[in-house]
């Protein structure tokens, strides 16, 4: 019997029992009182209901079933990860961005005035609206992280990007 869902082909159940210990942690985490794991496709688009099988966690989460079995890295708990992504690194935390970008990263270090949170202490491409202090102007603001070390177009101080703004229209 073919597997349902929108993608067609080998059941989830096979495709677990073909693929050793990670076969095995989908199949414990599959909890879809709906579809059984027979019935729904190893590469389905179906929002499956799973549970965590770490210990103390158990949370449960809905995820397509196809997300849960592409490629090598595949999606697990949220919350489990949630408190991996928010974890500093010795190499993506702001220091050592600012050591590897040059005249840059030293302006931007210069800028940073966050009395919460060391430079080492907060991801270079975090959400975290981090406290700068403008070197030309003294302008002070928040703005997030990833904003300000993004390699395409990032941001400067407002106050002096207003001044330029306003010089420009005045030469039009």
């Not at 597997?3 to 067609?8: E, S």
């Not at 414990?28 to 688009?45: F, L, M, T």
């Amino acid at each position: 019997m073919p597997a349902k869902g929108p993608c067609t082909g080998k059941p989830l159940i096979e495709w677990c029992a073909e693929n050793g210990e990670r076969g095995d942690k989908l199949l414990e985490e599959y909890c879809d009182p709906d579809e059984g794991a027979a019935e729904v496709a190893k590469g389905s688009n179906y929002r499956a209901l799973w549970k965590c099988s770490s210990e103390g966690c158990g949370h449960e989460w809905r995820a397509q079933v196809g997300s849960r079995t592409r490629g090598e890295r595949t999606i697990g708990c949220p919350k489990c990860t949630r408190g991996y992504q928010n974890k500093v690194t010795p190499t993506d935390n702001f220091l050592a961005w600012c050591a590897q970008n040059g005249r840059r990263g030293a302006e931007l270090l210069r800028e940073y005035r966050d009395p919460k949170k060391l430079p080492d202490e907060v991801k270079k491409a975090s959400t975290y609206k981090a406290l700068w202090k403008c070197a030309k102007c003294k302008h002070r603001w928040r703005k997030m992280m990833y904003i300000r070390t993004k390699r395409v177009r990032p941001t400067g101080c407002p106050q002096c990007s207003l001044a330029v703004r306003k010089k420009h229209r005045k030469q039009e």
